[in-house]
Each structure stands twice: as structure tokens, then as C-alpha cells.
């Protein structure tokens, strides 16, 4: 679940491998964290790849924090944790995928 195309302006980072910032697969694409907030290249730019809406995870026993052993993904206010192919934040008493 993305936002729409909304594109990150003057953006000169060429995120790829062994960029330093945290890659982060994503829909069959992959995103980069920076700044806070991920983006993902778009035909020759990069655009915002942010979550729209709220989509809760179902069924998730795992408790995320330090020392899980999942990424954490800084992302604005909180931090997301990579599982299974995606991201998690937490939620009140649940997760979200983001």
C-alpha cells in the first residue's frame, strides 16, 4: 500500500548497493531509507514510497525492540522493523504493514 506518485525533489543520492543507507525490499522494488523516510528510484528520479492508510497485521506473536533480530528501519517518528519481506511498526497492540 503506497501513496501516490509523489515525487522527491532535488534529490542528488544515487541509492544502490553499498550506498549506506538501509535497503528495504518493497513490493518488487526496493526502498532506501533517508532522511527519516524511504524513497525508491522512479524513471531517472526518486519518489516518496510512504504507506497509505492503515492496514493492521494480522496474527503477529513477535514482539519487535532491540535485540529481536529483525532490521530496524528509522521512519519518521518510530522505527520499523523488517519481517518477512516487509515492515513492520508498532501499532497500539498490534503491527502495521508499512
Same mark, same amino acid.
Given at each position: 500500500?503506497?501513496?501516490? %506518485?509523489? +515525487?522527491?525533489? /532535488?534529490?542528488?543520492?544515487?541509492? /544502490? +548497493? =553499498?550506498? $549506506?543507507?538501509?535497503?528495504?525490499?518493497?513490493?518488487?522494488?526496493? =526502498? #532506501?531509507?533517508? =532522511? &527519516? @523516510?524511504?524513497?525508491?528510484?522512479? !524513471? /531517472?528520479? #526518486? !519518489? *516518496?514510497? *510512504?504507506?497509505? &492508510?492503515? +492496514?493492521?497485521? *494480522? &496474527? @503477529? *506473536?513477535?514482539?519487535?525492540?532491540? /535485540?529481536? $533480530? %529483525?532490521?530496524?528501519?528509522? @521512519?519518521? =517518528?518510530?522505527? !520499523?522493523?523488517? @519481517?518477512? &519481506?516487509?515492515?513492520?511498526?508498532?501499532? $497500539?497492540?498490534?503491527? !502495521?504493514?508499512?
Amino acid at each position: 500500500m503506497t501513496s501516490a %506518485h509523489v +515525487q522527491h525533489t /532535488g534529490h542528488d543520492h544515487v541509492h /544502490g +548497493q =553499498d550506498c $549506506g543507507h538501509v535497503a528495504v525490499p518493497h513490493n518488487g522494488h526496493v =526502498d #532506501y531509507v533517508h =532522511d &527519516g @523516510h524511504l524513497h525508491r528510484e522512479h !524513471d /531517472g528520479h #526518486y !519518489d *516518496e514510497c *510512504e504507506p497509505a &492508510g492503515h +492496514q493492521a497485521h *494480522e &496474527g @503477529h *506473536e513477535h514482539t519487535h525492540g532491540p /535485540g529481536c $533480530g %529483525h532490521v530496524a528501519v528509522p @521512519h519518521g =517518528d518510530h522505527t !520499523d522493523y523488517l @519481517h518477512d &519481506g516487509h515492515r513492520h511498526a508498532e501499532h $497500539g497492540d498490534h503491527y !502495521d504493514e508499512h
